[in-house]
């Protein structure tokens, strides 16, 4: 199945891409078809504006699109910095600086203090206006130095809980590894994304059975397109809620 990913974050477009090709997903970015938008991300929840996202993106390119919105949530920060993940200190985007001030504003706190989780918000938008919410989340904690060379934004900050293992699965992640210094099986298996996407891939096949393009056609423009499209990924979808089931 094709579908179009909405974001403009480099990082995130890789590991989106990984998790889902193996599960026979073409995922395009916004950048292979010449979409330049940036929606305004003025929700208040993660959910809102995956769905925000989702739903400007799916607009512009007529195909089933998906949206991540995704942040840091720490417990004493009161759940900061959030859906502001990106631009806590200011500039969106600045990994450096945003990883400097969360370090600053848990100094001197023990290890129990500094207890956080990652969350990630994917909204599937069909072209038809059906849409779905599914949300996945990691818990860990935050060190006082960065590790590692993997990943992005605070992934050499974060301690998670568990660990995927080799033989498949996860555990306890005993050796205290940040999310940078795993290898991407080990992250992906346990990362609020790789939770987050193995529910949506859970629940499409039912979403798809029950959001077909209704014959007299659909709510809202672009509908000639949508309905193209369709046509040209029946075999696509088929095969894949073949796979599913
Ligand atoms: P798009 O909106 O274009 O997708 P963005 O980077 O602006 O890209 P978000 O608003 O969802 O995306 O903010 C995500 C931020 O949360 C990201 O910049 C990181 O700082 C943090 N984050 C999310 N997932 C992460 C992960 O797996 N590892 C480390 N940091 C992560």
């Known amino acids: 199945m094709i579908i179009c990913a909405a974001t403009g974050n480099a990082a995130k477009l890789r590991e989106i891409r990984r998790i889902l090709a193996p599960r026979g997903f073409e995922v395009k970015s916004q950048k292979d078809l010449g979409i330049s938008l940036e929606p305004e991300e003025n929700g208040s929840t993660f959910r809102e504006n995956a769905r925000i996202k989702a739903q400007a993106i799916c607009l512009a390119s007529g195909l089933p699109t998906l ?30 600086a945003n990883n400097k001030k969360l370090l600053e ?21 069909l072209p038809g206006g ?6 996945g989340e990691c818990a860990g904690h935050i060190i006082e130095t960065a590790r590692g060379g993997n990943g992005f934004g605070y992934d050499p900050l974060f301690v998670a809980d568990r660990i995927g293992l080799a033989g498949g699965g ?36 039912a979403f798809l059975e029950e959001n077909q393009p209704a014959a007299g056609g659909l709510p809202i423009t672009g509908v000639e397109k949508t309905l193209a499209f369709e046509r040209n990924h029946k075999d696509d979808g088929d095969k894949l809620k073949r796979s599913l089931r």
């Open 67 to 96: 949206a991540d919105d995704s942040g840091l949530s720490v417990d004493i920060l009161n759940g900061e910095p959030g859906v502001y993940s990106a631009r806590y200190a200011g500039t969106h985007g600045d990994d450096e």
């Open 105 to 125: 504003n848990l100094k001197g706190l023990s290890e129990e203090q500094r207890r956080a989780k990652f969350v990630c918000a994917l909204c599937f938008y």
């Open 130 to 135: 059906a849409h779905m919410t599914v949300e």
């Open 170 to 205: 996860e555990g306890p992640n005993t050796q205290g590894l940040t999310t940078s210094e795993m290898e991407d099986w080990q992250k992906d298996a346990i990362s609020h994304r790789g939770k987050a996407l193995a529910m949506l891939e859970e629940k499409l096949a």
